[in-house]
């Protein structure tokens, strides 16, 4: 597929979710992100159910874009990286805004990965691009394929550069992955789709 | 993963639960509304088509709104919103009033309720507090006026009550017996459970302090809307309202009738009628 600039109005939403190993690969993708990005960005990690604060402050570190956690019912809009909020599952809803809930955990995980995948599949049909990186649990997987079953774009992080590679080969099992892409080629093809070019 | 169900067919259930038992759904958030039912014909390894009919059955109702509401609770959940409760809310409310009056609007299985309880006995104003919780769900409710939480979530909720900074321990207040946590009973004595429903309910009472916390992310915002009217004409002037730490007040139009309190807790208070 040639990028181009037709890329960012084709794409409603990236989509990244991210396990154990997925921290520093999750910053340096942010810290190569301009100011605002085209299309907005929904991050689904796993994260330490219990505490609220901290988490957001540590990504915003070095990130460019504003890292948001919605509350529920929260617009999608352009130009935002969203993360879903400890302890909740994020959805995506018809009407292009979020939802939150607490619904029993999934794949032992609240956020979890594949929740958020599926519903924003529901919404985004072909128009999304989901990406999955290094993780510990197979969360996520059936995520990717309901992404790729509606037409979506599906990018898992090389598992030979993960550091526990077992959330990316979960995906490569259960659905046929697009681009297999080491973290250096993920921002390239993110900044292609904004027309940037990106040195690592 | 889960069955992909149709929006004809989410349309033809909620159709006859209005219909047929007056239990309004059609404003249900649909991404969580829509794993709820995929979650119960797979439970049952039912059709669409079967459900329906089962639906017909009034004692499958009382399973279906079970299964289709969301329970998940803990005790002091966000121990920094019941700091906040305990350390402002209620000192400001006591300063005007000898009586107080607290409604948990979705109660679900009644750790919040406890938790208020204990936190009342720990401040020494138990006696001065009447609580009404009330739900939907009839079957959660009888569970949360047994005082009986699943042992394994103990762990969970003291760690929530240590943060909190209870004064006291939490096993004070229960007796493990096998796999339930028995809580002490008189923590319930000024509780009185009803069933009630925030979407077709009638507003039944006037109170000091309401907490409706995880219950309206069910709903879409139209729904959201409606429902915060009804809590709002169930405060009295200059009452409280305690929502989710993740829920707002920013999108409704009731916003302007309400103060925000304390923003990251997510406190309201009612200054117009
Ligand atoms: C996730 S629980 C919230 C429990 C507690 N407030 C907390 O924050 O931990 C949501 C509860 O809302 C109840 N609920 C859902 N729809 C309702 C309605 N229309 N009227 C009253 N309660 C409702 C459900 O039965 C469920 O017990």
Known sequence: MSPGSSHSTRYKAIVIGGSAGSFQGIVKILSALPDSFPIPIIM????????????????????????????????IKKGKVYLAPANYHLSVELGNYFSLST??????????IDLTFHSSSYVFRDKMIGILLSGANRDGGLGMKSVKDKGGLTIVQDPAECMIDTMPKAAIDLAEIDHIYSIDNIISFLLKLNNIKYES | MMTEIDLADIKRITELIKTRYNYDFTNYALSSFKRRVSRILELNKLSVDRLIQKLENPEFLEYFLNEITVNVTEMFRDPSFWRALREKILPQ?????????????????????ISMSIMLREMEIEEDVQIIATDLDTNILKRAKEGRLPLKNMELNERNYVRYQGTGKLSDYYTPQKDIAIMDPTLLDNVSFRQHDLVRGEVFNKFDLVLCRNVMIYFNQHLQNEVLNKLHESLFKYGYLAIGSKESLIWCDIAGKFLVVNNEEKVYRKIKE
Do not use: T
């Not at chain 2, 300063?95 to 309720?113: L, Q, T, Y």
């Open chain 1, 44 to 75: 689904c990690l796993h994260r330490l159910k219990h505490v609220r604060n901290g988490f957001v402050e540590a990504l915003s570190l070095k990130s460019v874009p504003e890292i948001i956690e919605p509350y529920d019912k929260q617009p």
């Open chain 1, 103 to 112: 619904e029993e955990m999934v794949n032992n995980s609240r956020p979890a």
């Open chain 2, 93 to 113: 409310i006591m300063v005007n009033h000898k009586k107080i009056r607290i409604w948990h609007a979705g109660c679900s299985s009644g750790e919040e309720v």
